[in-house]
């Protein structure tokens, strides 16, 4: 936690913590070089989800401490059975509406429009080919898309640091070309 | 070393930090629920026992793992394995019923014994008890496992070194990210 500037080292054939330094850098460049607000919505939909499954669990614990078990059969039929509807649904959320969106950005554009920016990233496991997608939307509700798909290894460098010039230069590279497709339109 | 370990939790944002705190209570949270769900489909409040002496030989040995239900319908019959509370002990015990009275209303008082003990129950009972009745009663075995508990026995005796496998457990669900 924290806002530490402080370069990180990261072992690049470690797929889950390159694709985490990646991420996080991209985010960076969206919000801060390229000036666009980050929106939490998607990712606040998940942890209240989160912590309305936890909420549950607590509230079957508690009771059924209060009132020893036989009493507390009605309380934990409810209380089990929302759970794993709890982690249905939000296995369907991760899967279908945020498909591994790790940043979604707003980006004023004039008068009154918006785009909204949706960048996701997968990586295949054992590869070290980084996928990324991003998606812009306008205001119209029309979307584009572009995707890069390269080795971690052109990301970090050989200390096992994300080079936030080159991410910063690739983003920006798919940023200006979403930006300007439209205006040809 | 030590700085490296959590070096993945301070480059979390707050957001990011919440969510591993949440996917670690949904871990734990998961499975009391799963125990709570056989709770309420056997009837049992505790569906899953660990024989822990060799009272019960040659039908059960120490760590075997046994499944319990307790439906109130089913009546209790001599020869049964019940497993049941007495007053003032921790640890629940698992005998067979030695001998049952029943009343017309439905009421039962019985006596149980260790297959491998020389004598009854009573003197295991709380001071001055000479039946258990339904109320007494955890479950009744209905299936067994036989080597698995033996985890579970080793980890009661060295307290040190169950604290030690779930404190590695905890540190390492919050710390690494997805």
Same mark, same amino acid.
């Given at each position: 936690?924290?806002?530490?500037?402080?370069?990180?080292?990261?072992? @690049?054939?470690?797929?889950?913590?390159?694709?985490?330094?990646?991420?996080?850098?991209?985010?960076?460049?969206?919000?801060?070089?390229? @000036?666009?607000?980050?929106?939490?919505?998607?990712?606040?939909?998940?942890?209240?989800?989160?912590?309305?499954?936890?909420?549950?669990?607590?509230?079957?614990?508690?009771?059924? %401490?209060?009132?020893?078990?036989?009493?507390?059969?009605?309380?934990?039929?409810?209380?089990?059975?929302?759970?794993?509807?709890?982690?249905?649904?939000?296995?369907?959320?991760?899967?279908?509406?945020? @498909?591994?969106?790790?940043?979604?950005?707003?980006?004023?554009?004039?008068?009154?429009?918006?785009? &909204?920016?949706?960048?996701?990233?997968? !990586?295949? @496991?054992?590869?070290?080919?980084?996928?990324?997608?991003?998606v812009m939307?306008?205001?119209?509700?029309?979307?584009?898309?572009?995707?890069?798909?390269?080795?971690?290894?052109?990301?970090?460098?050989?200390?096992?640091?994300? &080079?936030?010039?080159? !991410?910063?230069?690739?983003?920006?590279?798919? %940023?200006?070309?979403?930006?300007?497709?439209?205006?040809?339109? | 070393?030590?700085?490296?370990?959590?070096?993945?939790?301070?480059?979390m944002n707050?957001?990011?930090?919440?969510?591993?705190?949440?996917?670690?209570?949904?871990?734990?949270?998961?499975?009391?629920?799963? $125990?709570?769900?056989?709770?309420?489909?056997?009837?049992? #409040?505790?569906?899953?026992?660990?024989?822990?002496?060799?009272?019960? #030989?040659?039908?059960?040995?120490?760590?075997?793992?046994?499944?319990?239900?307790?439906?109130p319908e089913?009546?209790?019959?001599?020869?049964?394995?019940?497993?049941?509370?007495? #007053?003032?002990? *921790?640890?629940?015990?698992?005998?067979?019923?030695?001998?049952?009275?029943?009343?017309?209303?439905?009421?039962?008082?019985?006596?149980?014994?260790?297959?491998?003990?020389?004598? *009854? *129950?009573?003197?295991?009972? /709380?001071?001055?008890?000479? $039946?258990?009745?339904?109320?007494?009663?955890?479950?009744? /075995?209905?299936?067994?496992?036989?080597?698995?508990?033996?985890?579970?026995?080793?980890?009661?005796?060295?307290?040190?070194?169950?604290? /030690?496998?779930? /404190?590695?457990?905890?540190?390492?669900?919050?710390?690494?990210?997805?």
């Amino acid at each position: 936690m924290g806002e530490t500037n402080e370069p990180v080292k990261i072992n @690049k054939w470690d797929g889950a913590a390159a694709k985490n330094a990646i991420d996080d850098a991209i985010r960076e460049v969206l919000t801060g070089d390229l @000036k666009c607000n980050e929106s939490f919505a998607l990712i606040d939909g998940r942890l209240s989800l989160c912590a309305l499954a936890v909420g549950v669990a607590l509230y079957a614990l508690l009771w059924d %401490y209060l009132y020893p078990f036989p009493q507390s059969r009605l309380v934990l039929i409810i209380c089990v059975s929302s759970y794993f509807i709890l982690m249905s649904i939000l296995t369907l959320y991760t899967t279908f509406k945020e @498909k591994g969106i790790f940043v979604v950005a707003k980006e004023k554009v004039g008068n009154n429009n918006t785009r &909204v920016w949706e960048a996701s990233s997968y !990586v295949k @496991k054992h590869d070290d080919k980084y996928n990324l997608v991003i998606v812009m939307r306008d205001s119209t509700g029309k979307s584009r898309e572009a995707s890069i798909n390269k080795s971690f290894a052109n990301y970090i460098d050989t200390n096992g640091a994300v &080079v936030q010039n080159i !991410v910063s230069n690739e983003i920006t590279k798919l %940023y200006n070309s979403l930006s300007s497709e439209k205006k040809e339109k | 070393m030590l700085d490296s370990v959590f070096d993945d939790v301070k480059r979390m944002n707050k957001r990011q930090f919440i969510y591993q705190v949440l996917s670690f209570g949904m871990i734990v949270s998961s499975a009391l629920m799963i $125990w709570k769900g056989l709770m309420v489909v056997t009837g049992s #409040e505790s569906p899953i026992v660990v024989v822990l002496s060799g009272s019960m #030989e040659p039908a059960f040995h120490r760590g075997d793992l046994l499944f319990l239900t307790n439906y109130p319908e089913e009546p209790v019959r001599v020869g049964e394995i019940v497993v049941f509370k007495v #007053e003032g002990r *921790d640890i629940p015990i698992v005998h067979r019923v030695l001998k049952l009275h029943e009343k017309n209303n439905g009421t039962v008082k019985f006596l149980t014994k260790g297959d491998n003990n020389s004598v *009854d *129950d009573r003197g295991l009972y /709380a001071q001055g008890q000479l $039946w258990l009745t339904k109320k007494d009663v955890v479950g009744r /075995a209905r299936g067994f496992l036989p080597y698995v508990g033996m985890v579970t026995i080793y980890m009661n005796e060295y307290p040190k070194f169950k604290f /030690a496998v779930l /404190a590695c457990l905890a540190v390492y669900v919050l710390v690494h990210r997805e």
